[in-house]
């Protein structure tokens, strides 16, 4: 489809050229919307009732009105809502809605959303740094779809002794900076997907001057290397079973090893630098004090200089990979509200919606760090599910914050 000048801001004020989605418009603005269309050509070249730019947008508020109640056509009429009103549209149908979808596809979402990625954190900002390089979290998640052969079909599902469970679902790896929650990229895929075979289509977003942490579902050595090649460095935790002989002891109670290649894997032995510790903790209760102690934690880096690095600097900032755990939270539970089921069927549907979840997302950390850049407080001060209820609360408005 080609573009033309009617596709744009209509000189007589259509409704749906001025459907906007509040607050959110100042990160995802008419420009930058019909610049994606036009990329990936899907501007229309005639009047449509349901225009991509609006489709867009409508597809951007499902993720901001997630109730029992928010079918197609409410958060549609939300959208409209202010406006000033236009004898020559009609609220279109629910099928016309999914067909506009369609139409659209999910390409425009996915650049959106990179359009916006991106770190948020500025030199000097606590909990975004170590030693000079930038902290990434990786970490992923699983979300419902609704129970559809094509879905259960593309994506799988989880089974138990009964069979398969009820939902199918799709798997998804996200990877953000520490201290800002600001997402650099995100990808998914079926359920039967490894996090790990997910998170190298991420690794091209990683270069020198970043250190990522992880659990210890992605140590290996094939993905170290691969992590390593980009430039970036690794601070992972080992699980009890990753064997790990010291070859060399260091000064500050860290010691060197060797990783080997798996069987079939290219490669000679990578030398890594072990840190292990425990936490103990103090509660105080009516009976006294009371100590206990964690189980052990064994963190591998590629960060080999004690006197650079020291131990204790990296076993303290291991705990900001919790960062991934709130930033999935956000996804799930926040934007969820209480609606864990996705509302799409089928591939291109579904993978319009997991963009969009990104998309709006990451515009909602974008308001929040304008917002503490104005009001010059930390972005950790401003809470999440408060910008997102602002967010929403702003669609419809006549005059949108």
């Not at 359920?191 to 977003?205: D, I, M, N, Q, S």
């Not at 260091?250 to 010691?255: E, I, K």
Request: a negative charge; charged letters at 20%; aromatic letters at 8%.
């Amino acid at each position: 489809m080609g573009h033309d000048a009617s596709a744009g801001l209509s000189a007589d004020g259509w409704l749906p050229d001025l459907v906007t989605v509040g607050a959110l418009t100042k990160v995802f603005t008419p420009e930058l919307v019909d610049e994606v269309l036009e990329e990936v050509d899907a501007v229309e070249v005639r009047r449509r009732s349901l225009p991509s730019r609006m489709v867009v947008y409508f597809v951007l508020a499902l993720w901001l009105f997630r109730g029992r109640n928010c079918g197609y056509l409410w958060v549609l009429d939300k959208l409209v809502a202010g406006q000033a009103p236009d004898a020559s549209w009609r609220l279109p149908t629910q099928p016309g809605l999914s067909k506009a979808r369609t139409r659209v596809g999910p390409e425009p979402l996915r650049i959106l959303f990179e359009r916006v990625a991106g770190p948020l954190g500025e030199p000097g900002q606590p909990g975004v740094f170590l030693g000079g390089l930038r902290m990434v979290v990786i970490d992923g998640a699983t979300s419902s779809l609704p129970r559809d052969d094509d879905n259960r079909a593309e994506f799988g599902g989880p089974s138990n002794a009964g069979g398969q469970t009820p939902f199918p679902q799709v798997r998804w790896v996200i990877m953000a900076e520490a201290g800002t929650q600001s997402l650099l990229g995100a990808t998914f895929g079926a359920y039967t997907a490894a996090e790990t075979t997910l998170v190298r289509a991420l690794l091209p977003l990683l270069g020198p001057g970043m250190l990522t942490l992880a659990d210890r579902r992605y140590l290996s050595y094939a993905l170290a290397s691969e992590v390593r090649a980009t430039g970036a460095h690794f601070l992972w935790r080992a699980s009890a079973s990753f064997a790990l002989r010291p070859v060399a002891k260091l000064r500050d109670g860290s010691y060197l090893a060797k990783v080997r290649p798996g069987l079939g894997e290219r490669g000679g032995p990578m030398t890594v630098r072990v840190i292990e510790y425990t936490v103990q903790t103090r509660t105080v209760g009516d009976d006294g004090s009371k100590e206990t102690t964690s189980e052990l934690f064994c963190l591998v880096t590629d960060l080999l200089d004690p006197d650079e690095y020291p131990m204790l600097d990296l076993a303290c900032a291991y705990p900001a990979r919790w960062t991934a755990e709130i930033v999935i939270g956000h996804h799930t539970t926040d934007m969820g509200r209480d609606q864990p089921v996705l509302r799409s069927k089928g591939r291109e549907h579904v993978a319009q919606e997991m963009w969009a979840l990104f998309a709006v997302y990451q515009g909602l950390q974008r308001l929040i760090s304008l917002a503490a850049g104005a009001l010059g407080a930390p972005p950790d001060t401003i809470s999440f599910p408060a910008a997102l209820n602002a967010a929403a609360d702003s669609v419809g408005a006549a005059f949108p914050p």
